[in-house]
C-alpha cells in the first residue's frame, strides 16, 4: 500500500468520498496505511467503486451512507465507524456541494442546502470525532495527537464569488470555524487545520477544463498554469494528517497554483 505508512493502524473519516477530491483524499490516505470511512449521501455505486479500489491495493475501508447537514445521521455514522475501526483518528471534512444562483434570485432553500451541507456539516462531523477523539485521548505507537480535523475548505474562503454568494458564505465559515477550534482544541492535542482547493479536474467542474478553450480560459486565474488533480490534494492531505506537520496548527493549506495571488495583476494591474 506505499513504502512510507505515514498512517498506519489509524482509522480516518472521509465525508463526500464517492467521487472528485474526497475520493483522491480517501485513496491517498489509504495508501498510507490508514483504514478510511468512505462516506457519501447519495448514490452507493461511488462509494463502493473507492472502496473496492482500496481494498484491490490491500487496504480497508466501508462505506457508510450519511448527509452530513443530518444531526442524527453523523451520530450513527461514528457510531458505526467505531464498531468497524474501534476508534477514529483522522477526519476529513470534505463533503460540499454548489446551488448557484444571481444574488438576487437566490432561493431561501438554495441557501440553506449549501450552508447545510458546506458548514453545520463540518460543524457536526468535527463534534463526534472531537469526542472520540477525548475518550480515546494519545495512542503514542499511532500518533503524537489525540486526533486530527482536516477541513475542506476553498480558495473562496477569501476571494468574492459572483454568483455564488452561499458557497463562497460557508466556505468563509468554515475558515473561521476551523481557527477558532483550532485554538480551543490545541491544549487537548487535537490538530485542526484546512485545504483550501483551486482549480482541480473532478467530475462537478468538468465544464471548467474538458475543452481546450475552457482550459486555456481558466488558467488565466492560475499562475502555475496547469488544473489541479485531486492527487494534488490527496498529498496534502495525509502531510496535515501525519506527524510531519505536527506543529501545523490553524492553518489553511492553499493548493491552487497561485490562484490567490491576484493573477489580474501580473502585469502590473
Known amino acids: 500500500m506505499g513504502v512510507t505508512q505515514r498512517l498506519k493502524g489509524q482509522s480516518a473519516v472521509v465525508t463526500g468520498a464517492s467521487s472528485g477530491i474526497g475520493a ?20 452507493p455505486e461511488g462509494a463502493e467503486k473507492v472502496v473496492h479500489e482500496i481494498e484491490t491495493a490491500g487496504g480497508k475501508a466501508l462505506a457508510i451512507r450519511a448527509d452530513v447537514s443530518q444531526e442524527d ?12 475501526f474501534g476508534t477514529v483518528d483522522i477526519l ?47 495512542v503514542p505507537e499511532r ?10 475548505s476553498s480558495v ?32 487537548l492535542k487535537i490538530r485542526v487545520n484546512s485545504i483550501a482547493p483551486g482549480a482541480i479536474k473532478t467530475p462537478i467542474n468538468t465544464a471548467a477544463w474538458d475543452t481546450p478553450e475552457a482550459e486555456a480560459n481558466l488558467l488565466k486565474l492560475i499562475p502555475y498554469k496547469r488544473v489541479g488533480v ?33 493573477p489580474g495583476f501580473d502585469m502590473g494591474g
Not at 489525540?146 to 475542506?152: E, Q, R, S, Y
Request: charged residues 15%; glycine residues 10%.
Open 24 to 43: 483522491g483524499v480517501a485513496r491517498a490516505l489509504a495508501r498510507e496505511g490508514a483504514q478510511i470511512i468512505v462516506n457519501y449521501a447519495g448514490h
Open 73 to 84: 445521521q453523523v451520530i450513527a455514522m461514528f457510531a458505526k465507524t467505531i464498531e468497524a
Open 92 to 138: 476529513v471534512n470534505n463533503a460540499g456541494l454548489q446551488k448557484d444562483a444571481p444574488f438576487q434570485n437566490m432561493t431561501l432553500a438554495q441557501w440553506n442546502a449549501v450552508l447545510g451541507v458546506n458548514l453545520t456539516g463540518q460543524f457536526l462531523c468535527a463534534r463526534e470525532a472531537v469526542k472520540e477523539f477525548l475518550r480515546r485521548g494519545i
Open 143 to 152: 500518533s503524537r495527537t489525540a486526533g486530527k480535523i482536516i477541513c475542506m
Open 156 to 187: 473562496h474562503e477569501v476571494i468574492p464569488w459572483a454568483g455564488h454568494a452561499n458557497y463562497a458564505a460557508s466556505k468563509g465559515g468554515v475558515m473561521l470555524l476551523m481557527k477558532t477550534m483550532a485554538q480551543e482544541l490545541a491544549p
Open 230 to 262: 485531486v492527487e494534488d490534494i490527496g498529498a496534502a492531505a495525509v502531510w496535515l494528517a501525519s506527524d510531519e506537520s505536527d506543529y501545523v496548527q490553524g492553518t489553511t493549506l492553499f493548493v491552487d497554483g497561485g490562484m490567490t495571488l491576484y
